[in-house]
């Protein structure tokens, strides 16, 4: 069983930076694929990143030179940096774990979710 529990969204001006974390507990957290994912109001949630076991990361098309995913497994911590921030990228931002996932972007394929932690970015 893993817990996951998002921390460090904010409200920031467009162009901005965020650093969200995912805190893990749980045992072998190393061995999944983490995601973050994220809802905005109105909308069907949406794949931003993920991070492979052997730390390969892809993202989607919209995410890709603006953010950064990453974990460091002594922490068990799964990280997002969020540059360049738009008033589109507000959201819900939630962080997933999953021990067979085949399609990266598909939020079924994740077995354990957190809380989320808004994210609210201002023109």
């Known amino acids: 069983q893993v817990q996951l529990a998002e921390s460090w969204g904010g409200s920031v001006q467009a162009g901005g930076s965020l650093r969200l974390s995912c805190a893990a507990s749980?045992?072998?957290?190393?061995?999944?694929?983490k995601g973050w994912f994220r809802q905005a109001p109105g909308k069907e949630r949406e794949w931003v990143a993920t991070?492979?076991?052997?730390?390969?990361?892809t993202y989607a098309d919209f995410a890709k030179g603006r953010f950064t995913i990453s974990n460091d497994n002594a922490l068990n911590t799964l990280y997002l940096q969020m540059n360049s921030l738009k008033p589109e990228d507000t959201a819900m931002y939630y962080c997933?774990?999953?021990?067979?996932?085949?399609?990266?972007?598909?939020?079924?394929?994740?077995?354990?979710w957190g809380q989320g932690t808004q994210v609210t970015v201002s023109s």
């Open positions: 749980g045992n072998n957290f190393r061995r999944f694929s």
């Open positions: 991070v492979e076991s052997d730390g390969r990361p």
């Open positions: 997933a774990a999953g021990t067979m996932v085949a399609d990266r972007a598909a939020d079924h394929e994740y077995d354990y």
